[in-house]
Nanobody, 124 residues
Framework: QVQLVESGGGLVQAGGSLRLSCAAS????????MGWFRQAPGKEREFVAT????????RYADSVKGRFTSSRDNAKNTVYLQMNSLKPEDTAVYYC?????????????????WGQGTQVTVSK
């Protein structure tokens, strides 16, 4: 079993920055892709970003492209989401997810494990 724990969420003013972390523990796999998703109040969970095992390949939702950056440190079993120029519409619970594989994955059903989420609130 794999455990994913997100951290780094909080309250920030519009235009500010936050860095989310997702630490993985438990069973390990040779190659894993990591994804970030978010769910705003009253909305469905949506894709935000994904990064492959090596960190070379990434993909972002259009709504965050140019503002968010995903990276990873495999030695620490941790993936990061740097969020800059935050907007009120970025307010959501952010989840990280793990997929066994070495590509990038944008669909929720593709992921094998999920974290509990961390709240990000962006005030006007």
């Amino acid at each position: 079993q794999v455990q994913l724990v997100e951290s780094g969420g909080g309250l920030v003013q519009a235009g500010g920055s936050l860095r989310l972390s997702c630490a993985a523990s438990g069973r390990t796999f040779s190659y894993t892709a990591m994804g970030w998703f978010r769910q705003a109040p009253g909305k469905e969970r949506e894709f935000v970003a994904t990064i492959n095992w090596s960190g070379i390949s990434t993909r972002y939702a259009d709504s965050v492209k140019g503002r968010f950056t995903s990276s990873r440190d495999n030695a620490k079993n941790t993936v990061y989401l740097q969020m800059n120029s935050l907007k009120p519409e970025d307010t959501a619970v952010y989840y990280c997810a793990l997929k066994r594989g070495d590509l990038v994955y944008t669909l929720q059903y593709e992921y094998d494990y999920w974290g509990q989420g961390t709240q990000v609130t962006v005030s006007k």
